[in-house]
């Protein structure tokens, strides 16, 4: 932990300084709430080609930070960029999300992962970019996505509620399953430690479909593998700060923040706030974690909510957030409320 202060206090809090106010970013912050956004994602055509345009991920990157007081910008980009740098077919079809070609065994053994950070080369474009245009008193935020959340979509060819198609080849063909996690394993820690090399101030790892599995499986697919990737990560970048975010972790939350030794553990809507302060040391800082849809609601209740968040966490190092990502149906004003309720 450095003695002196960043001057970014989102960085700040995350290597463990807490701040008066709490510093605030919104996952999913660049994105279709946003009419600016919805005009650039039409001038892109896909969205693939969004997210590998190096101008338009710049553009919509910055867009939030335009409109509202917020302390941190994250690159645009998405955790399947990931499984597209490996060979996969990964397309977004309009009202379906991302489809993706199901892997079998046969088809991870063919995966490329030598060319994937040459596959991967606008986003550290962008990276620079973004780094060049942000307020330096604003934290720049690279990320992944887990290898177990990126190999649900891989081996299920799209996202489900119970990642079912993942869960039974893990368990059907170990082998073929290792095999898999070593590559994202690897290949994620090489692209956080170029988005580090690119100007990325803390990366987060998203581990979104973490809630379905038992405490075996989330030891053996969340744990071991985020922290490998901390591990890998730091062997190049010495202290690199990282941010955890085990959606549904629950009552595991205190193993995983252990094993993975990230200097934030992110949390879900769902995660008690006097359950956290218990299990975790008081000393690490937290992030979250007011439900989505509040916001979408807008009102009293929502601010209610923040302030009850921001005043249990008061006494550790504390990242406001929400505990997953905005909504497309979010109104503009309840953000600009928002933030508000957690700048006074």
Not at 65 to 72: K, M, Q, T, V
């Amino acid at each position: 932990m450095p003695s002196i202060p960043t001057g970014k206090p989102l960085l700040d809090t995350a290597l463990g300084m807490r701040q008066n106010t709490p510093p605030i970013w919104i996952m999913r912050q660049a994105g279709r709430y946003l009419p600016e956004y919805r005009a650039v994602r039409e001038k892109a055509g896909s969205f693939l080609d969004l997210c590998f345009t190096p101008e338009y991920a710049t553009e919509v990157t910055l867009q939030p930070l335009r409109r509202f007081d917020l302390d941190a910008a994250i690159l645009f980009s998405d955790i399947l960029v990931i499984p597209h740098a490996l060979g996969q077919t990964v397309r977004f079809a309009a009202g379906e999300g991302p489809i993706l070609e199901p892997l079998d065994a046969k088809a991870i053994a063919n995966l490329t992962p030598e060319k994937a950070l040459e596959e991967l080369a606008p986003v550290f474009e962008a990276l620079d970019r973004i780094k060049s245009a942000l307020d330096a008193s604003k934290t720049l935020i690279g990320f992944c996505g887990a290898p177990w959340t990126v190999a649900t979509y891989m081996l299920g060819g799209r996202g489900s509620p119970d990642q079912a198609a993942a869960r039974l080849f893990a368990l059907h063909a170990p082998e073929a399953f290792a095999a898999l996690m070593d590559i994202l394993v690897e290949v994620s820690a090489r692209y956080l430690v170029a988005q580090f090399k690119a100007g990325a101030d803390i990366v987060q790892i998203f581990e979104s479909w973490a809630l379905n599995l038992d405490e075996d499986a989330f030891a053996q697919y969340v744990i071991g593998p985020n922290a490998r990737i901390v591990e890998r990560v730091r062997k190049e970048i010495p202290d690199a700060p990282v941010i955890g975010f085990p959606r549904g972790a629950a009552g595991l939350i205190s193993r995983y923040a252990a094993a993975t030794e990230v200097n934030v553990v992110g949390l879900d809507f769902s995660m008690p706030v006097a359950f956290a302060n218990k299990m975790l040391p008081e000393t690490l800082a937290v992030q979250g974690n007011l439900d989505p849809l509040r916001v979408v609601a807008g009102g009293r209740q929502m601010e209610a909510r923040a302030r009850a968040i921001v005043d249990g966490f008061k006494n550790r190092p504390h990242i406001f957030n929400l505990g997953h990502g905005i909504t497309p149906q979010t109104p503009i004003e309840n953000v600009e409320a928002l933030i508000k309720t957690i700048k006074q």
